[in-house]
Every structure is written in structure tokens, then in C-alpha cells.
């Protein structure tokens, strides 16, 4: 009888894919072009008018970033982690692990989870997402062995749900602010507000307290506390995505996008294998449909003035922008991959790449040292623009230290630890 081989163990170098490595790479520089809003100002992510500034290079900032990258490089970056998942369990498939490879793909997301937990609350940042990766990727499991185009219309059915759901919302604030206008009508005159225009006011003037300039200053002042100062004030920002988060974005938001980066896979899209025709066409059809859709829903929410309901107005069509984007810069980056041209650059992001979870929870910790008042304290004291620098000091920073520490070091300092303990056993990391 033969002997199943269910000796298991990580990735070794020559068995990594240097076109996923790259796109990892710069999916990692991509999305600290979002979350920087989030590291330096107060619930400004969205819109520009609450804080950093909405006019000048403040407001192009804001139209770039919208157009090219809102949601994209998360979106990648959900995509990337599926395929990830579905690597290991392909190469357990193959190597007939059984249970024992299960053991190691659920242990490997039980510490994820935990890295997340501490990520969010001990490097103060609410809008990480290894907690919500580690969630969805116990849901991944049972896709594993679906049909590229069964994955597609999975992925493809979460997001006309999440879609759906924004529609809700947008009808749901529509709704609100019509009944305000009732309730001034009636106070106007003297009358006494029913109970469902009371709450409608009252939920108004929630938001309008959000986003007062008390609340704003009261929220820098909370992030500029000393460590522990600032991890109790982060703590309840953090208990409410990572419980409101899951069930309100995830299935729709990064589960999809799991899903859809394993088809993709699966059809060798992503390993760089297609031809330069197809990629380019991902690119024209990816960037026609995606950038019309994001031209329109910026262009929709500026000539609002940043209404409050234009955000909610423009999220109907958020997901086929995005997706449409997002299929763009696979494109893009493929051809990239493909190209014989600045080798030393591919190799540099690449590098970044292989260490994306070191350099992911790298950026939280840059970012609280410049932020709060754990070392410098700016947080508010940028305009959006000027947040830019910091995110290009710390692409150099990481394009420059990644490749030397693959010169000595076969991983990341933290996907070390996460195979050492997802594995139980040790692996190589010291360069002889």
C-alpha cells in the first residue's frame, strides 16, 4: 500500500510566486494611501470637509485617491489574502493531508485572529483588518474546491447583496433627512415633534455632533494622549467596527473579493501566465467601466459640496467601480511583471511583498510614533495633502529595508512567528 506523504511545512522560496510577491507589494503601498486618513485625522476617511481640508491640493488628494484607490487596495489586499488561503490548502489538498493539514490552516487563522485583536487595540488602529480576514477566511475553507466560475457567481451574488444593502441605507437616509425637514417645519411653529420625527432629529443631530468642530478637537486631544491614554480612548472605536464590521461589510466586501482572487487564480491570472493582450485588455475594460463609474460618483459628491447624502447616494454603484478598478490594476501589474524593465524596483516591492504582514503592522506602528502622543502627537495637525509625506517616507523606508533583510533572513520577523506557531514546528530564518 502506498504511504500518504502528510509531512507538512511553509512555503519555501522556490515554490513562492514572485508575480503574487509583486502585487502584494504594491496592494501594501496602495492601501496606506486610505488608511493614512484614518491614522492622522479625525472621521475624515470618507469626507474631506470634517477635517484635513476639501480645497486645493487637499481636495485633488481626495479626488486621486477616490478615483484610483478607495477601495481598491482593500479589496486587493482581501483578494490577495484568499489566494493565499486557498495556496495552503491546495498544497495540503495535494500532499493528502487530511485533518492534520485542516489543524494547521484553522490554527494559522486562530492566531490571525489574535494578531488582529492585538494589532487593533495595543498599535491603535480601529481600521485594521486581520481580525476581519482571519473571520472570513474560516468561511473560505468550505469554497476550496469550487469551480472558478462557481467562486465568480458566489462572489458576484455577495456583492449585488452588499449593493443592496447601500441602496437600503441611501433610502433609509433619504428618508431621515425629509422627516427633519418636517420636524423643522413643525418646531417652526410651535408644535410638538411625533415619535418618529423625533427620532429622525435626534439621529440628525447625532450626526451633526459627529461631525462638529468640538468633537473633532476632542477627538485629536484623545489621540495625542500618552500609550495607555490612547488605547483606552481607541479601545471603543475599535469594539464597534470589529462587532458592527463583520456583519454590515465583510460577507459583501472581503469575503467577495476572496472568492473572486481564488477564481482568479485558479484561471492563472494572477501568476502573470496570460498573455500581454489579455492583460491589457483587463486594463482597458477594468479601468473603462471602473474609472467612468468613480469619475461620476466624485464628481457627484464635489458638486454636492460633500453633502451628506451624496456619500450615501454614490455607494449604489461603489462596488462595481471599485471591482472594475481593482481588475484594472491586476492589469497593470501583471504587465509590469511581464515587462524587462526596472528589475531592481520589481525586486524591491516584490520584497515588500513577502513581508506584507511585518510591513502591514510596520505602518500602525510608524503611524502611531507620528500621530500620537506616544511620540509626536500630529494627529489633526496635517492637512490631507501633507499626509502624503509621511506615507512616501514610509514606502522608501520599507522599499529600502525589505530587500536587506532578505538578504539575511529567509522571512518577515512576523511570518516567522506566524508559521512557527501555525506548523509547531520551526523554520528556517537566519541566512547561514
Known amino acids: 500500500m502506498e504511504t500518504q506523504n502528510t509531512t507538512l511545512s511553509p512555503v519555501t522560496l522556490g515554490e513562492r510566486i514572485v508575480a503574487l510577491d509583486l502585487m502584494r507589494g504594491f496592494v501594501l503601498c496602495g492601501i496606506l494611501l486610505m488608511n493614512i486618513n484614518g491614522f492622522g485625522l479625525a472621521h475624515a476617511y470618507n469626507d474631506p470637509t470634517i477635517a484635513g481640508g476639501s480645497e486645493g491640493w487637499n481636495l485633488y488628494t481626495w479626488i486621486t485617491t477616490n478615483m484610483f484607490f478607495e477601495g481598491t487596495m482593500r479589496g486587493l489586499f482581501s483578494l490577495l489574502f484568499g489566494v493565499g488561503m486557498f495556496i495552503l490548502l491546495d498544497r495540503m489538498d495535494k500532499r493528502n493531508a487530511g485533518i492534520k493539514g485542516a489543524d494547521i490552516y484553522f490554527r ?24 476581519n480576514y482571519a473571520l472570513m477566511g474560516f468561511l473560505v475553507y468550505s469554497f476550496r474546491r469550487l469551480a472558478p466560475k462557481a467562486l465568480v457567481i458566489i462572489a458576484l451574488v455577495l456583492f449585488s447583496i452588499g449593493s443592496f444593502w447601500n441602496f437600503m441605507e441611501y433610502v433609509g437616509k433619504a428618508e431621515m ?112 467601466i471602473g474609472l467612468t463609474v468613480n469619475y461620476f460618483e466624485t464628481m457627484h459628491i464635489v458638486n454636492n459640496s460633500f453633502s ?59 503611524c502611531m510614533i507620528v500621530f500620537t502622543g506616544v511620540g ?23 522599499l529600502i529595508i525589505s530587500p536587506v533583510w532578505f538578504k539575511y533572513y529567509y522571512f518577515g520577523p512576523v511570518e516567522w512567528l506566524w508559521r512557527r506557531l501555525s506548523y509547531l514546528q520551526e523554520p528556517p530564518f537566519r541566512k547561514i
Request: with cysteine; aromatic share 16%.
Open 108 to 131: 494559522r487563522l486562530n492566531w490571525l485572529l489574535l494578531f488582529g485583536v492585538l494589532h487593533a487595540y495595543l498599535l491603535i488602529w480601529s481600521g485594521e483588518v486581520l481580525f
Open 177 to 288: 433627512l425629509d422627516k427633519v425637514a418636517q420636524a423643522k417645519v413643525q418646531i417652526a411653529s410651535g408644535k410638538v415633534l411625533d415619535r418618529e420625527l423625533k427620532d429622525a432629529n435626534d439621529e440628525w443631530e447625532k450626526v451633526l455632533n459627529d461631525r462638529s468642530l468640538e468633537t473633532i478637537n476632542a477627538f485629536n486631544e484623545g489621540m495625542r494622549k500618552g500609550y495607555f491614554g490612547v488605547v483606552a480612548f481607541n479601545a471603543p472605536e475599535v469594539f464597534k467596527w470589529k462587532t458592527y464590521g463583520p456583519y454590515r461589510y465583510d460577507l459583501w466586501d472581503i469575503l467577495s473579493m476572496m472568492l473572486l482572487g481564488i477564481a482568479l487564480f485558479k484561471w492563472q491570472i494572477l501568476t502573470g501566465q496570460k498573455s500581454f493582450r489579455f492583460y491589457t485588455m483587463m486594463v482597458i475594460i477594468g479601468y473603462t
Open 308 to 366: 451628506f447624502i451624496s456619500f450615501y447616494e454614490t455607494n449604489t454603484t461603489y462596488d462595481l467601480g471599485r471591482v472594475s478598478v481593482s481588475m484594472g490594476h491586476i492589469g497593470m501589474i501583471m504587465l509590469f511583471n511581464k515587462i524587462n524593465l526596472l528589475s531592481w524596483l520589481k525586486y524591491a516591492i516584490a520584497c515588500v511583498g513577502k513581508m506584507a504582514l511585518t510591513n502591514y503592522l510596520m505602518h500602525s506602528l510608524i
Open 376 to 398: 509626536f502627537g500630529l494627529f489633526g495637525k496635517l492637512q490631507r495633502f501633507e499626509l502624503l509625506y509621511v506615507v512616501f517616507g514610509i514606502w522608501l523606508f520599507q
